[in-house]
């Protein structure tokens, strides 16, 4: 089994589950109930809070502070000084941790570098939103978010790439890189057995 490896400037609290394989880097704080799992790599100054839950493969790069009642499912990618909200119309004044909103990050999805997720949202599975975007919705699977406020414009494949698939309606598309194939009906995207 992997060791964790936990840079000696990072602050990991008691009681953080830390999965096998991980890496922590410089100046990370890990809350204590907080859960990471295997093979996971965060970034320079990340933080995680307390009620955070991470899945396994996830890269969290510098600068990114993952509050509490955000889940990340396998797989996600966090672009570098991203960012996550956990209540809706905060005040300095007024006290709303009853409030949080939580927000969840479906599997593969990627979160480009400066993009704003504001809390309550999901994410779908390998949905890409793109750099600088602000996002207060829901993302379906297989999107790709741009803008402010994000809207789509496309549909990526598993791999990253681009589809050649309409906005609405129907359609068939293949990965250029993999050659997977992809169906839209009634704009659901689905990766074909």
């Known amino acids: 089994m992997d060791s964790v490896d936990i840079h000696p400037s990072a602050i990991v609290d008691e009681g953080a589950q830390v999965g096998a394989g991980t890496r922590i880097w410089h100046w990370v704080h890990v809350c204590a109930g907080a859960r990471i799992g295997d093979r996971c790599s965060l970034g320079q100054n990340v933080f995680v809070g307390n009620r955070v839950v991470i899945g396994d493969r996830v890269k969290i790069q510098n600068n990114v502070s993952i509050y509490d009642n955000v889940t990340l499912e396998d797989d996600v990618f966090c672009g570098p000084?991203?960012?996550f909200t956990n209540v809706y119309n905060p005040r300095a004044a007024v006290e709303r941790k009853s409030e949080y909103r939580d927000t969840v990050v479906r599997r593969g999805a990627t979160l480009g570098a400066n993009c704003t997720i504001v809390c309550g949202v999901t994410i779908g599975e390998y949905a890409f939103v793109?750099?600088?975007?602000?996002?207060n919705r829901d993302v379906p699977a297989y999107a790709l978010m741009v803008g402010v406020p994000a809207r789509q414009v496309g549909w990526m494949?598993?791999?990253g790439e681009q589809l050649d698939l309409p906005l609405k309606g129907s359609g068939e598309a293949v990965c250029p890189h993999t050659g997977d194939r992809y169906r839209l009906r009634d704009g659901i995207c689905t990766l074909r057995p």
């Open 81 to 83: 000084s991203m960012v």
């Open 157 to 159: 494949s598993r791999h």
């Open 130 to 135: 793109g750099a600088g975007a602000v996002v």
